[in-house]
Every structure is written in structure tokens, then in C-alpha cells.
């Protein structure tokens, strides 16, 4: 006969977790809720992400600036695309329009909003390198995360291994060692940062759009 006894302390963990912020460095299993276009006012262009973890916890406004406003790419912030791109086993990706829901400033609240998606990059196990990333503004300390790299959480393995044949899942670790338990930065808190501790993360004051490319 095998037996188990309740724990109360887990037992609320999931409903806990749900809809909280991601605020660690670390290595994620998930899957990205929204993949959508982004254009800034000086007309670079990226994808914006929304990802959810397994255990609940969700890291929003996660944005790629891939391409200039003359079509030059982006180098790095490429290199990652790519690189989940190959994670997914796909080749090309189409936006597609559809209708999200969207944090409102001004209304306070989300709302049904018209963008341009990307599905195949959408609701498929994904593993995710997320550094943290803090920003000192008015006062308060700003909490944000950023995408580091891509793993497929299904063997560990990395975009090179995958690439290369050799998914051996021999790299992650030492990506994720490379991993800083917080990058201190000067500059203005991108929209969705939220002060430590604040589980909301609807934070959206301060504009990013102003890319400095």
C-alpha cells in the first residue's frame, strides 16, 4: 500500500505562482503566450514576447530589436531569433494579424487590441535563458528581465548542439553559470519593468520605443 499526506504549503504553491513575476536569473521551461510585432518611433522593428513558465510564473514584455528602419539587421538580438528559431525546428516565420490583449495606461486595465503575430513561435515548449536586469528610477528599484538565450527543454540542448548534430545537452550548464544574478543599468526602465516585489508587472510609464538604434 502506498500512502501520501497532505501538505498545505504546497498545496497553495500553484495557485501562488500563477500570474506572478519571474525576477530570477535563470533557466526556464515555458512556452511564449504572445509573439507580436513591434515597431519603434524610429522604425526598428522586433518581436515582443510574453512567456509562461511551467510553474506559473510569467516574464512579460520581453522584446528582440531585429531589424533597423533601412532593413539592416540587428546583429545580436538576430543571432537570438535565430537561435530560437532553431530550437522550434523552424525555418521562417509570417506575422499574421490578430487580436491580443493588451495592457491600457490609460485605461488601467487590458483590452482587445489589433497586432501583428507570430504563432509559429507561439504555445510550444520552450526553454529560455532570462537574465535579471535592475534599473534605479525615482526612487525605486525597477525589476525587468531580459532574454539571454535558447534551449530545447526536451533534451537540453542548445542552438549549436542542435546545429552542429551533436545534442548532447553537454552546454546549458555553463550558459546558465554565465548567468549574473542581477546587471545594474543606468538608463530609464523599458515598459513592463516593475519596482522589486510588485507582482502586477503592468508597469508602462516609462516608454521604450525610443530604441537607441
Known amino acids: 500500500m502506498t500512502s501520501y499526506t497532505r501538505d498545505?504549503?504546497?498545496?497553495v504553491q500553484p495557485e501562488t505562482n500563477v500570474g506572478g513575476r519571474i525576477e530570477t536569473?535563470?533557466?526556464?521551461?515555458?512556452?511564449?503566450?504572445l509573439a507580436k510585432e513591434k515597431t519603434a518611433k524610429t522604425g526598428t522593428k522586433g518581436i515582443e514576447f510574453n512567456f509562461e513558465a511551467e510553474d506559473g510564473r510569467v516574464a512579460r514584455y520581453l522584446s528582440l530589436w531585429l531589424t533597423r528602419a533601412n532593413g539592416e539587421k540587428i546583429e545580436y538580438?538576430?543571432?537570438?531569433?535565430?537561435?530560437?528559431?532553431?530550437?522550434?525546428?523552424?525555418?521562417?516565420?509570417?506575422?499574421?494579424?490578430?487580436?491580443?490583449d493588451e495592457w491600457n495606461q490609460a485605461a488601467g486595465t487590458m483590452m482587445p487590441t489589433e497586432a501583428q503575430t507570430f504563432p509559429d513561435l507561439m504555445n510550444k515548449p520552450i526553454g529560455v535563458l532570462l537574465q535579471r536586469e535592475e534599473r534605479l528610477w525615482e526612487g525605486k528599484t525597477y525589476v525587468s528581465?531580459?532574454?539571454?538565450?535558447?534551449?530545447?527543454?526536451?533534451?537540453?540542448?542548445t542552438p549549436a548542439e542542435i546545429i552542429s548534430g551533436n545534442r548532447a545537452g553537454q552546454a546549458l550548464d555553463k550558459l546558465v553559470g554565465n548567468l549574473r544574478e542581477s546587471v545594474v543599468?543606468?538608463?530609464?526602465?523599458p515598459s513592463g519593468a516593475a519596482p522589486s516585489g510588485d507582482s502586477t508587472g503592468n508597469f508602462a510609464a516609462i516608454d521604450d520605443d525610443d530604441v537607441p538604434f
Open 8 to 11: 498545505d504549503q504546497l498545496a
Open 185 to 189: 543599468r543606468n538608463d530609464a526602465p
Open 145 to 157: 528581465m531580459k532574454i539571454a538565450q535558447f534551449y530545447d527543454p526536451s533534451d537540453r540542448s
Open 77 to 100: 538580438p538576430y543571432s537570438l531569433l535565430s537561435a530560437l528559431m532553431a530550437c522550434l525546428n523552424v525555418k521562417n516565420i509570417e506575422s499574421t494579424p490578430a487580436t491580443v
Open 25 to 33: 536569473s535563470g533557466a526556464y521551461v515555458g512556452i511564449f503566450t
